[in-house]
């Protein structure tokens, strides 16, 4: 079956450092892969997404590439911000036409100290 | 447009009683799921709704789980009678075609 793994946290980096955080799959087929993002007291947020090898998502200045030779997708920022802090989850579809269940990672936490 | 609305936010209740969780979806959206994150692990789907029917129940745990979705508005998550591992937060989710939009979350704690 489907299987996300995802780099354990909890991670803590200073402002204005570089952030990877890595995200391995397994899955049949093609899949879709996605990062979701958790800010305190919120619910989970789309922040972006690749729904074919070795394109790259990218929104709010984080960037992950779906990379299907190694089966990854880890998402990268060059310059973190005390915004930045919160639960990062990596995640993936069968389907690229959507409407299907998602399997997620266990998620990173993510602080940022000025 | 108000987004993916969930009740409680949290709930506290014994072992061996029921608790019904409830999820109101983005307007239009036919598409409904529930998830579940439990002890700091990964989130894991328990069910998807295509308007009021179930499409995929695979990763309901057991039969004190019982999802419904109303006339393919609203739906609610009972869990009778509850147990300690139960514990954990449970996401809905909506979507119309493809991003599915999550909801705050109902923490649940079982004690």
């Known amino acids: 079956g489907n299987s996300v793994t995802q780099m354990e946290g909890p991670v803590t980096l200073s402002e204005e450092a570089f952030l990877t955080i890595n995200c391995t799959y397994t899955a049949t087929g093609y899949p879709s892969l996605f990062w979701y993002v958790q800010y305190p007291g919120e619910g989970l947020q789309l922040l972006l997404k690749?729904?074919?090898?070795?394109d790259k998502g990218s929104n709010k200045g984080f960037e992950a590439t779906y990379r299907k030779e190694t089966t990854s997708f880890h998402l990268e920022k060059g310059s973190v911000q005390v915004s930045d802090s919160a639960v990062y989850f990596c995640?993936?579809?069968?389907?690229?036409?959507?409407?299907?269940?998602?399997?997620f990672g266990t998620g990173t936490r993510l602080t940022i100290i000025p | 447009e108000a987004g993916v609305t969930q009740f409680p936010s949290h709930s506290v209740i014994e072992k061996g009683q029921t608790v019904t969780l409830r999820c109101d979806p983005i307007s239009g959206h036919d598409n409904l799921y529930w998830y579940r994150r439990v002890m700091g692990k990964e989130i894991k789907f328990l069910l998807h709704?295509?308007?009021?029917?179930?499409?995929?129940e695979s990763g309901m745990p057991n039969n004190r789980f019982l999802a419904e979705r109303t006339g393919g508005t609203y739906s609610t998550l009972k869990v009778q009678p509850a147990e300690l591992e139960d514990s954990g937060v449970y996401f809905c989710?909506?979507?119309?075609?493809?991003?599915?939009?999550f909801g705050p979350g109902t923490r649940l704690t079982v004690t």
């Open positions: 989710a909506s979507s119309h075609h493809y991003e599915q939009y």
């Open positions: 690749a729904t074919k090898a070795d």
């Open positions: 995640a993936l579809s069968s389907s690229n036409f959507g409407n299907e269940k998602l399997t």
């Open positions: 709704f295509v308007k009021e029917s179930k499409q995929d």
